[in-house]
């Protein structure tokens, strides 16, 4: 089983992150949500946004890379939109990392130094009709990624499920989006495996 870092969204350390969390435990894995608002949680993407803005981009990403300074380093990083920035970053850059899983995110790998670690696997997750994940370069970065690794499942359509942990993150000032596939526990540990790439994959069951 793996140790995991989740870094949520941007509307906060929301239920739907903590939902999250609670099926891996249950699946059998350790996972740490480090809470990068600080207690702040938001009703709308909208004040979600006007918070990491006041806050600052850098120091959110700053307060994931120091959450996971005191954990081991044998990590699997997972982050959702917003929680992309620190997952990838410590992912690329963090020796001994285990893995990363990127949700409706992904940036160029020249943007934390240029290169993917040899060995750590990693899997993108977005969907083929976001606008903003489809238009501003998060699915042509995804792809030049996994081209070289593992596995990127890319789902047909935009649209959010009642039970998604929240809505994606605006990046490049983004408006609001929602796009979140359904991630089972199950699908998690396949996740952590080899397998073929996928492109407009269903749901997972």
């Given at each position: 089983?793996?140790?995991?870092?989740?870094?949520?969204?941007?509307?906060?350390?929301?239920?739907g992150v903590e939902a999250f969390a609670a099926e891996l435990r249950q699946a059998g894995h350790a996972v740490h949500v480090p809470d990068l608002y600080e207690g702040h949680t938001f009703d709308t993407l909208e004040e979600g946004i006007a918070y990491a803005m006041r806050t600052g981009f850098d120091t959110l990403m700053e307060r994931g890379v120091t959450a996971a300074g005191g954990l081991a380093d044998t990590l699997v990083y997972a982050g959702f939109s917003l929680g992309v920035m620190p997952a990838q970053r410590l992912a690329q850059t963090r020796a001994r990392a285990k893995g990363a899983l990127l949700f409706h995110s992904c940036f160029p790998v020249s943007?934390?130094?240029?290169a993917w670690p040899v060995g750590v696997p990693v899997q993108v997750?977005?969907?083929d009709a976001d606008p903003f994940f489809a238009g501003e370069g998060d699915l042509d970065a995804a792809r030049a990624l996994v081209r070289r690794l593992?596995?990127?499942v890319i789902r047909p359509g935009c649209g959010q499920p009642a039970h998604a942990p929240g809505p994606r993150f605006p990046r490049r000032n983004r408006s609001r989006v929602?796009?979140?596939p359904t991630v089972t526990a199950g699908w998690w540990q396949a996740g952590l495996a080899a397998e073929p790439v996928r492109s407009g994959a269903g749901r997972p069951g």
């Open positions: 089983m793996a140790e995991v870092v989740l870094y949520h969204h941007a509307q906060g350390l929301t239920k943007e934390f130094g240029g997750h977005g969907m593992l596995t990127a929602r796009a979140w």
